[in-house]
């Protein structure tokens, strides 16, 4: 349902992202790159598509818990359940969030959310795509007081709904607002990598938990946030951001030699190393000052990846509505499909040679399979006109991709970025 629901919800978000870049333009305080907005909805997407494939988790060990165990039978028609279930969710979200911060692989899903060095509403779009694997333990409390799935469904939506506004620049302080609710001031002090910032501000609808639990901390006009994390991405490829402290761990967890070490580091504090891998191969100081990544891309390059991943977006969106009908193999077919699109266009964005191979194929591949069998993903036979007007869009492509990247390549070179 939530993925049904977020997706219907698009336009909505779109529409307030196009308002608040106006709004900055015309302000003189522009808080969008579009790179960085790519590569934040692409996670987004990416965070969507593979949500279909964690509803067992997410939802099932729920529903199985509400049957089995819970300790009451509450109803969905008393107003009462609904506002109770809100309050205990935010205050299960909170420690969620709280550990999210404080315990290594749980930290490894989150962090998703915190790699951009921009702060805007795209950002709050930026999800994880393994936030379900472990995250679900946090709400088995709601189960056991026998809070029904479809109460949970719908404030768990609620609150993930909410947080999408307060991550802008662009609104102030509110007042007395702040010292109750989550809002774009205490929220923006939560991204922030600045020393008096970092790990403050967890709340997701209610910033009463932090005041009670001594996590707050006030936006102060003398410290200008910096965002992003303390170890910088420096990529947009949505696989790495998913991936890039999964891999840290494990690399240290394999070279250290202490069989305690090679268990505690997941459940360690993030930035926690083994002392023998610490001492062996040092990380990098963490440079607040540091340069935005910001890859140059002439205006043909960037319209290219604007334009495809626009058609991945929109096609995105008949995923998320139809592949309840779909098989499993299809629907993972389709997946990956999608994946690959938003991966190669996070590619070109980094101006890397391979990802120009790696598109044409993509889009020959796709034009090739329409042509051939009729069929989208998901048994969808197209008409012919359909199927030539994709085979046309993909031909005009592969032409913009040779004539646009070829010069960019024989002209500047591409170089990676790290």
Known sequence: MQE????????????????????????????????????????????????????????GIYAWMVEHVALFTLSPDSIWVWISA??????????LHRMGHEV???????????????????????QTSSGAILGWIFYLPMALLGFPVEVFAIVALIDLLYQFWVHTEQVG???????????????????????????????????????????FIEERDDEKIVYGTRSPLRSWNPFRANLEVYKAISVDAWRTSRLRDKLRIWIAPPGWRPQDVAAKWPSSPFDIGRPLYDPALNRAELVYCIVQFAVVLQVTTHFLLEYATMSFAERAGYALWLAAGLWIVGGLLE????????????????????????FWFGDVL???????????????????????FKQSLSTHGYFSHQ
């Open 104 to 126: 290594n692989v749980l930290w490894a899903a989150h962090v998703v959310h915190h790699q951009s060095e921009q702060y805007n509403l795209t950002t709050a779009l930026r």
């Open 4 to 59: 049904k629901v977020i997706t219907l919800a698009t336009p909505i978000f779109f529409l307030l992202i196009f308002i608040e870049y106006l709004v900055g333009v015309v302000r003189r305080r522009n808080t969008y790159r579009l790179n960085d907005a790519i590569n934040s909805l692409s996670l987004g997407v990416l965070s969507q598509v593979s949500g279909v494939f964690m509803q067992l988790v997410r939802i």
């Open 173 to 215: 302080r509110l007042g007395w607002f702040d010292r109750v609710f989550v809002s774009p001031s205490n929220h923006r002090v939560h991204h922030g990598v600045n020393d008096i910032y970092l790990d403050k501000n967890y709340g997701g609808m209610l910033i009463l938990w932090d005041r009670l639990f001594g996590t």
């Open 86 to 95: 809100l309050l205990v969710y935010d205050f299960c979200y909170y420690w």
């Open 351 to 374: 101006r890397r040679a391979s990802y120009v191979a790696l598109e044409a194929i993509r889009l020959t591949g796709t034009a090739a399979g329409i042509l051939a069998t009729g």
């Open 382 to 404: 197209l008409p012919l006109w359909v199927r030539l007007s994709i085979a046309g869009f993909a031909a005009c492509s592969l032409l913009s991709l040779w004539l646009i």
